[in-house]
């Protein structure tokens, strides 16, 4: 697993995961090169340890619920703009914050972004 160590113009320079770690004997000096986002080269020499397969597995999984959750927003976004006025004005009674039961124009105008932001 390499973590980006700093960018320059096209150029991408990645370090392993390991490479500063305090215990010098568990240090990885394994580092890559990318110009515009193909692997170039790989200095240091391959990996000195297994794969960080529970880091991986973590940040995939992170990163299918992120997904799975700006769809579902953006699914919710898109039937409450399809909603009838008169239900979008129910939707936002329950969500405003106003304290009262009427609701002005720019209120029913901003209504589906009420509703979008939780």
Not at 55 to 76: F, H, P, Y
Not at 77 to 88: G, S
């Amino acid at each position: 697993m390499y973590n980006c160590h700093s960018r320059k113009s096209n150029k991408e320079y990645w370090r392993c995961h390991n490479y500063s770690k305090k215990k010098h004997e568990q240090r990885c000096r394994s580092r890559c090169v990318l110009e515009n986002g193909k692997l170039k080269c790989i200095t240091g020499g391959p990996h000195n340890h297994v794969p960080h397969t529970e880091k991986i597995d973590k940040i995939v999984q992170r990163n299918r619920l992120a997904i799975a959750s700006s769809e579902r927003k953006l699914a919710r976004a898109q039937i409450i703009t399809q909603l009838p006025l008169h239900q979008q004005q129910q939707q936002a009674l329950m969500v405003s914050d106003a304290g009262t039961l009427e609701l002005m124009e720019q209120d029913l105008m901003h209504a589906p972004l009420m509703l979008i932001h939780d």
